[in-house]
């Protein structure tokens, strides 16, 4: 059986095959990985039980939960972090910005959550590097 040249679920690989396959990406696109994806993640996690623990109160407070929103305005919130972000970038502040980015991550998560996310099917010719 032929090995996939792209990524595959972390499951179906030994730790010792993962690891490889991070070095071959990272040859790929020749940049340092700052941070594992796993981390990235529990990132995320973190910054969505964040906004859960702020937000909830007020929005019952008023009235507004956020099952009712559309997804218009979960795209809203996530472009006035995005504008933000360039703000913040514009002024060197590169932690900023990297905050603001994990906020419109974390919007965009709380989005899909609330309204379903589309399946991405990866095509057979990119699995197998055609």
């Known amino acids: 059986?032929?090995?996939?040249?792209?990524?595959?679920?972390?499951?179906?690989?030994?730790?010792?095959e993962a690891k490889e396959?991070?070095?071959k990406l990272r040859k790929l696109f020749k940049?340092?990985?700052?941070?594992?994806?796993?981390?990235?993640?529990?990132?995320?996690?973190t910054e969505r039980d964040y906004q859960d623990l702020?937000?909830?109160?007020?929005r019952e407070a008023n009235g507004t939960p956020d099952a009712e929103k559309p997804i218009a305005?979960?795209?809203?919130?996530?472009e006035y972090h995005v504008t933000a972000a360039k703000n913040e970038v514009y002024h060197l502040n590169d932690e900023e910005a990297l905050a603001h980015v994990r906020k419109v991550a974390a919007l965009a998560i709380r989005c899909l959550e609330l309204h379903g996310c589309p399946e991405r099917v990866i095509p057979e010719?990119?699995?197998?590097?055609?």
């Open 1 to 16: 059986m032929e090995k996939r040249k792209f990524i595959i679920p972390i499951g179906d690989l030994t730790e010792e």
């Open 21 to 23: 396959q991070v070095k």
């Open 31 to 45: 940049k340092k990985i700052i941070m594992e994806r796993t981390e990235v993640y529990k990132r995320l996690d």
């Open 54 to 58: 702020r937000w909830t109160p007020r």
């Open 73 to 78: 305005e979960w795209v809203n919130y996530i």
């Open 125 to 130: 010719e990119l699995l197998n590097g055609v």
